[in-house]
């Protein structure tokens, strides 16, 4: 049985200005949502986990292969209006948020396409919610602003105006993070960045700011 709503998603309408994007709420079918939490890998610190760093179970697994289909390249493919064949994919997922978390960024220009699948149960508060925004520096300036509700996708066409931040948040803040990129290396390289990233957490008191020596890369902290 189908996980994703490719239908709905077919039928929702691409916003265009200032930057491509689509918010869809239900984008995952009810009936697939309790083994996907069930499944939800367990993650209390902050950052984004290469699928390799965490353990999951076979309901998040179902979700992991059906996003990597063809009928969802191709969705995207038509929705877009890009070609993303022969197109690495790239996935992280989150489940904890900090108070570091949610500045202005538009994405590395690497990326192609960002998937953002929410996965909480319930969101009330009024920090965490990702706001799609006009300006690197004003966060008030919201085009669309997207609670983390389970279920929810949220996909933009990266650009050099795709900018995208939220309110502070410290807390459960669960978020899958699936790319299009343009070269198998940068996912190599994405990849070897944040396994390192998650090494160093698993190892730290959490809260501690005494690191580790670990092989040098360059910061970017990217919010989903």
């Not at 690495?88 to 953002?116: F, N």
């Not at 509700?149 to 931040?165: A, I, K, V």
């Not at 944040?194 to 910061?219: E, N, Q, Y």
Request: charged share 25%; net charge positive; glycine share 8%.
């Amino acid at each position: 049985m189908a996980i994703l709503d490719l239908a709905a998603f077919h039928a929702a309408p691409l916003v265009r200005e200032p930057f491509e994007f689509l918010v869809l709420p239900g984008f995952i079918k009810p009936s697939a949502l309790a083994a996907i939490h069930e499944g939800y890998p367990r993650i209390e610190r902050s950052g984004s986990f290469p699928l390799s760093e965490v353990r999951y179970g076979p309901g998040f697994g179902a979700l992991i292969d059906e996003l990597n289909t063809e009928a969802m390249r191709a969705a995207f493919e038509l929705k877009f209006g890009i070609s993303l064949e022969g197109r690495p994919t790239m996935i992280t997922v989150r489940g904890y948020c900090s108070p570091k978390d949610g500045r202005i960024h538009t994405d590395a220009t690497s990326k192609i396409i960002t998937v953002l699948i929410y996965m909480n149960p319930q969101w009330e508060p009024c920090g965490g919610r990702l706001r799609l925004v006009r300006s690197a520096t004003d966060l008030d300036d919201v085009i669309v602003e997207v609670p983390p509700q389970e279920g929810t996708l949220l996909c933009f066409r990266r650009s050099d105006s795709s900018f995208h931040g939220h309110k502070p948040f410290v807390g459960p803040r669960r978020v899958i993070q699936f790319n299009w990129v343009t070269e198998q290396k940068i996912v190599d390289r994405e990849l070897r960045r944040h396994r390192i990233s998650a090494w160093t957490k698993r190892i730290l008191p959490f809260g501690s700011s005494h690191a580790p020596t670990a092989p040098a890369i360059p910061p970017r902290r990217e919010v989903a």
